[in-house]
């Protein structure tokens, strides 16, 4: 019961304030406003929380992690079962305002709709991603892939889209007289969009798992009167429920659903936790576990273009990997990449959600009038438009040249991305000065898109990541909502939003990612 006392003693009176950018529903659409929010979670202060205390939740949240499966393996050990470690992970929830969270979700199906429509609109990727095509050779390839199957003919109407859209919440903060971050008053915050990823969208296997582990340690803390502000996640199991459906429509029965991972791969148990909803689903399914060059050896199709690996005929391949160009170190890779997108399997994401999901399609999304070409319901699409963020253009031409100077006088307020995914790719501060002052006459520069940067809301927690000492630590946070939809260019079948993924790193840290090493998994503490 010490631990529960010390606990109690720090979830005291201290509250931090904030004011919302909210969005609310008049006459079926949205108006912004103001709502004052308290953050009841950021108040855990060092000085209640003994080292005994800490020691002991430590010890508790390592062992329920450990035995509900938040687990990788180690770097050093990628090849083997037997050499795991727990996934980073904040030892208690982040808040996160409610009216931020709820328009997160309210939103996904509106652009689960606009991505798949861009996906199938050929002429509009074809003029969105010209500058880009004629300097990076990767977004290239995959473009003459889209290309080759479009001319031939494609195969498989019906797509599966399993993607995940990445948000931080915006403010322009002000310290107290005291410069105390427990009191920082944060005023004009917005949810405002980073990504959205078509491709490889991951954990949500282990982060429906850790929304358990938050509502056992609040509970263990004694503050189960707050367990109903952790919001309830699904998001494997959701995702699965679209694996399935494509499943489904393929119409084989003893077709397989294939993973399209890498051989060492240390995030395989975020993987399994997928498998194992599908197989919840229907046990009747059947998955396997392939690399590109597993394909590429074992690979065929039939003369009615059925794929084929391994002899077993393959309804759906789900992508967990190729998203980066040393995915492709060989033409013969390529070759086979062009093989499944001309089959009859269903791929997610096929070629076209590959290039919807690029920077360069985001930054065009941002003009006026874009997003109403593909979404003519005016409402969902002043609620897609709400969560934009400022992009700029770098092409060659007038306007990429007063962006690019934009950019050089005043780096710190932009971040530079390139058409990559996986993270680690952007560029900040000064470092995007050096960067383009090598490549401001140059077409390279059309590969990059500029994107204001974010000031996001500030928390304070205690990271727990295997090896390193658990401190109180200043943290922002990356709100991911998952969605799947399944259907063909006309007929929509399914269009979810699926569940959440909340990441969490040190202020100061640029790039996010879990599996790059730079963020803990985490949990929405919902506030109002």
């Not at 606009?114 to 473009?143: E, G, N, P, Q, Y």
């Not at 002052?437 to 974010?454: A, G, H, K, N, P």
């Not at 295997?466 to 630590?473: A, Q, S």
Request: hydrophobic share 40%; proline share 3%.
């Amino acid at each position: 019961m010490e631990i529960m006392h010390g606990m109690r003693k720090c979830f005291g009176n201290n509250l931090i304030y904030c004011t919302v950018l909210a969005v609310s529903k008049t006459n079926g659409c949205i108006l912004k406003l103001i709502k004052n929010v308290v953050l009841e979670m950021d108040v855990v202060i060092k000085e209640s929380l003994t080292e005994k205390y800490l020691n002991d939740l430590v010890s508790a949240a390592k062992d329920f992690v450990f035995s509900h499966g938040v687990i990788m393996r180690r770097r050093d050990g990628l090849s083997s079962a037997d050499d795991v470690q727990h996934a980073p992970f904040a030892l208690f929830p982040s808040s996160i305002p409610r009216v931020c969270f709820d328009q997160a979700v309210a939103v996904h199906t509106d652009f689960n709709l606009l991505m798949h429509r861009i996906a199938h609109d050929r002429a509009f990727l074809a003029d969105c991603l010209k500058s880009v095509i004629r300097v990076d050779d990767f977004t290239k390839r995959i473009w003459e892939i889209y290309e080759t199957v479009q001319s031939e003919g494609v195969r498989q109407p019906l797509c599966l889209s399993m993607n995940r859209s990445d948000y931080m919440i915006d403010c322009r903060s002000t310290s107290s007289p005291d410069g105390s971050y427990q009191t920082t008053v944060h005023r004009n915050v917005a949810l405002r969009q980073i990504e959205f990823n078509t491709m490889a969208a991951s954990f949500a296997g282990l982060s429906q798992k850790l929304h358990l582990y938050h509502k056992f340690i609040l509970g263990l803390i004694g503050s189960e009167d707050k367990i109903s502000q952790i919001p309830v996640n699904n998001s494997a199991d959701g995702l699965a429920e679209g694996l399935a459906a494509a499943w489904k429509h393929y119409g084989n029965p003893n077709a397989v659903i294939l993973f399209l991972v890498y051989n060492d791969e240390r995030n395989i148990y975020d993987h399994r936790w997928l498998e194992y909803s599908v197989y919840d689903i229907d046990v009747h399914i059947k998955v396997i576990r392939k690399s590109m060059m597993d394909v590429q050896q074992s690979g065929r199709l039939s003369t009615d273009h059925c794929l084929f690996v391994d002899d077993l005929e393959v309804a759906v391949v789900y992508q967990r990997s190729c998203y980066v160009p040393a995915d492709f170190d060989t033409e013969e890779l390529w070759k086979c990449r062009l093989m499944m997108e001309r089959s009859k399997a269903i791929i997610c994401p096929n070629a076209g959600y590959h290039l919807a999901g690029t920077k360069k399609v985001q930054q065009v999304l941002a003009q006026p009038g874009i997003v109403e070409r593909f979404i003519t319901d005016k409402c969902a699409a002043e609620r897609i438009r709400a969560t934009f963020a400022e992009q700029f253009s770098l092409d060659m031409n007038e306007e990429g040249d007063k962006n690019v100077t934009m950019a050089l006088n005043n780096p710190q307020r932009f971040v530079l991305k390139p058409q990559r995914e996986g993270g680690g790719n952007n560029t900040y501060g000064d470092e995007i000065k050096t960067l383009l002052t090598t490549i401001r006459d140059s077409e390279e520069r059309s590969s990059y898109v500029l994107m204001e940067r974010i000031e996001p809301l500030t928390v304070s927690g205690y990271p727990v990541s295997p090896g390193m000492p658990v401190e109180l630590t200043r943290m922002i946070s990356e709100l991911g909502i998952y969605g799947m939809l399944v259907g063909t260019k006309d007929k929509i079948f399914l269009n979810k939003q699926t569940g959440y993924l909340l990441r969490t790193k040190k202020v100061g840290t640029n790039e996010g990612g879990v599996a790059t090493g730079y963020s803990v998994l985490d949990t929405p503490f919902l506030v109002d």
